[in-house]
């Protein structure tokens, strides 16, 4: 007990420290993959990717295969992705936050293996991967 109380604020570190690495879990959000992890998803389990960006982002530019529904739609337009319920989901925005709400949408959907990509468009065209115009 003395060590706790003459080492308080090691003790404040290692609490501050924990509580920041399982605030995701607590908070119940699903992690993001990478670039590489989603590659491997599309090529080996044939993942659909869903980018939940506007149709005007997603003519800008788009990853190959991408089927886009705004994230504004996604609920009306849910039956599109009937086929894929069996399969991986990875969706897509241009940094991330709107795929968080698509992920919470298609989860409650009944979608069992969603994912977002990490740092969503940006970070693929960061990683030097391709992109199509529509």
Request: aromatic content about 6%; charged content about 20%; overall charge positive.
């Amino acid at each position: 007990m003395k060590f706790l109380l003459d080492n308080w604020y090691l003790v404040a570190s290692a609490l501050v420290s924990g509580g920041l690495l399982l605030w995701p879990v607590l908070r119940g959000g699903k992690g993001g993959v990478s670039h590489h992890e989603a590659t491997r998803l599309i090529n080996d389990r044939e993942a659909w990717l869903v980018d939940v960006r506007s149709t005007e982002e997603f003519a800008r530019g788009h990853i190959a295969g991408a089927r886009n529904i705004p994230v504004d739609q996604l609920e009306g337009r849910i039956a599109e992705l009937n086929k894929a319920r069996s399969k991986p989901v990875i969706v897509v925005c241009q940094t991330g936050p709107r795929a968080q709400r698509a992920l919470a949408v298609l989860t409650k959907a009944g979608f069992a293996e969603v994912v977002t990509l990490e740092g969503g468009v940006a970070a693929w065209q960061a990683a030097g991967l391709p992109l199509r115009n529509a």
